[in-house]
């Protein structure tokens, strides 16, 4: 027997065949049953995700022998001439290759004969928005009026650059990139049909250079094979693809948050000497970060990794939003990647600039925050550096928050930016030292956070002495205690807001990075305080 490709071998035959389109499969199947049939069909979508495939298989169904069927016999003689490309009223076209209008002209013209072989004439253009402007003139007076015995399949990875009249004739499907997880049981059930001991962890990694493509990942697999002379282990592919391991981008990243660039630096040239592909492996930190981030904030979507107890470790050493900028400088690396005069420079400077980012910040699980809210008062350092203003001290002796002269205690205060605007916007509901509970209308619930609370507690209690533990609760009712905030209060003046960014160390840290200089300050404001002020 010749040997024949994978990717070739492993067609789908019939529509169950087709990997990772349950929804459309389901769909054909019903309006074939229901002899429903459309005269126009387009399907769109990446390569190698199945478009052709399911174009020559509604081939089969409308013209086996034994009836319009959702389940060719793949036995007779026009299912299996089909399979193997000599049907004579299966007209393959490839747009790519006859883009020109006399060519299209020349196809069409023999549209309005009857099938010689079978019972339609099936059309299958594929790359169909490579058509010229006059060609798809020409097709369109024949989506208008179709003969009985035509069907058309058009497909195209590109559906924006067809005109919305050859959109508006044809049913359209959308085939869905192929997900790593059903790609790799497909590539499992191939190995196992094919006699191929294949390890779990290297058909993941197969899957996931795949990107989607069924066919990128069955010619993968076939180099796989070649590569591991029969077998298929996950060091091997990823020495085949040029990835670097799980391990060394966990330990990178380390180094990179731990600001170690020399450590950082030996680990690249150990991935030069692996072979590594340095485009790549930006592209594995880029995962790795996903991970993390899903980590820190929802983990129970997290992926099965090898190393659980690594990433988890990393998680925790590094703040969410730290690692957002992480990700984000990763994008911006891959990027730009070509510009750099090579791969293993491009991704040193790459390690560098993540490096030079180097405030170590020690994250706090999510377990630990209610416990930080509740013992708020004991772990605030308290500094009794002033008296309490009058209005202040008046405030806290008063007992019913009828009495407390809210306006007065905010005005004596040093507060900016959005803190500020929240305590305008509160009105006191109980203030028994040291706690404070302040009543916010549902509007403005987005704006108060344990963060928020906890922040405002802080700079409470630094400047006027008197511990202060706050908490904000939601009542709709109120609708804004202090009417009578001065404009200057909400809307704090320019100087004052740059003294409050050049003290961000967040932001200096983006401003030395890139050297780059403040231009302009706004302050955006609410429109729905807007309109209530
Ligand atoms: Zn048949």
Redesign the pocket.
């Known amino acids: 027997m010749t040997y024949r490709v994978l990717a070739r071998k492993w067609r789908p035959k019939t529509l169950t065949d087709l990997v990772g389109q349950p929804a459309l499969v389901q769909t054909i199947q019903a309006s074939i049953e229901r002899q429903q049939l459309h005269h126009a069909y387009l399907f769109t979508g990446t390569r190698g995700v199945g478009k052709t495939s399911i174009a020559r298989i509604l081939a ?1 169904c409308l ?4 009836g319009i069927t959702a389940t ?5 003689d ?2 299996v001439s089909i399979a193997e490309g000599r049907f004579a009223d299966l007209i393959e076209v490839d747009a790519a290759s006859r883009t020109r209008v006399e060519e299209t002209r020349d196809l069409l013209d023999n549209v309005p004969y009857a099938p010689t072989q079978g019972r339609y004439k099936v059309y299958l253009i594929d790359e169909v928005h490579m058509l010229s402007a006059h060609s798809f003139n020409a097709l369109l007076k024949t989506l208008e009026e179709p003969p009985e015995h035509v069907k058309f399949f058009l497909a195209t990875t590109d559906p924006q650059r067809l005109p919305v009249t050859i959109l508006s004739r044809c049913l359209q499907f959308h085939l869905k990139a192929v997900s790593p997880d059903s790609l790799s049981a497909h590539l499992e059930h191939i190995c196992d049909s094919e006699e191929v001991i294949a390890s779990k962890d290297g058909l993941k990694l197969i899957s996931r250079a795949a990107a989607g493509s069924v066919r990128d990942g069955l010619s993968l697999l076939e180099q796989a094979i070649a590569y591991g002379q029969g077998k298929v282990e996950a060091s091997e592919v990823r020495q085949m693809l040029g990835s670097a391991s799980e391990m060394s981008i966990y330990e990178l990243l380390d180094k990179v948050l731990t600001a170690d660039a020399g450590a950082a630096l030996s680990i690249v040239d150990q991935m030069a000497q692996d072979g590594t592909i340095f485009e790549s492996a930006i592209e594995q930190c880029i995962t790795t970060l996903h991970q993390i981030c899903l980590y820190q904030q929802v983990p129970e979507r997290v992926q099965q990794t090898a190393h659980p107890e690594t990433l988890s470790s990393l998680a925790e050493k590094v703040a969410p939003e730290r690692a957002q900028l992480v990700y984000q400088l990763c994008l911006y690396a891959k990027r730009d990647f070509g510009l750099a005069p090579d791969a293993k420079t491009a991704f040193e400077m790459f390690v560098l600039r993540l490096c030079s980012f180097h405030r170590v910040e020690t994250h706090q699980p999510k377990s630990e925050k209610a416990q930080a809210v509740s013992s708020a008062e004991s772990t605030l350092p308290i500094r009794r550096v002033k008296t309490a203003p009058p209005a202040m001290q008046k405030a806290v002796a008063s007992a019913s928050p009828e009495t407390v002269d809210w306006i007065s205690v905010i005005s004596s205060l040093n507060v900016t930016g959005l803190n500020k605007i929240v305590l305008s916007q509160a009105k006191v509901k109980s203030w028994a030292a040291p706690q404070l509970i302040l009543e916010v209308s549902q509007e403005h619930e987005g704006c108060v956070s344990d963060e928020r609370s906890l922040a405002i507690a802080k700079l409470l209690t630094d400047q006027t002495g008197i511990p202060v533990k706050l908490t904000f609760s939601v009542n709709q009712s109120v609708v804004k205690a202090a009417t009578n905030v001065p404009d200057n209060l909400t809307e704090p003046d320019e100087e004052q807001n740059n003294k409050h960014l050049e003290q961000d160390s967040d932001l200096q840290s983006l401003v030395d990075a890139f050297d780059a200089t403040i231009e302009k300050v706004t302050v955006l404001k609410n429109e729905k305080q807007g309109e209530n002020s």
């Open positions: 089969k013209n086996c022998e034994e060719p016999c793949l036995k007779c026009a299912c």
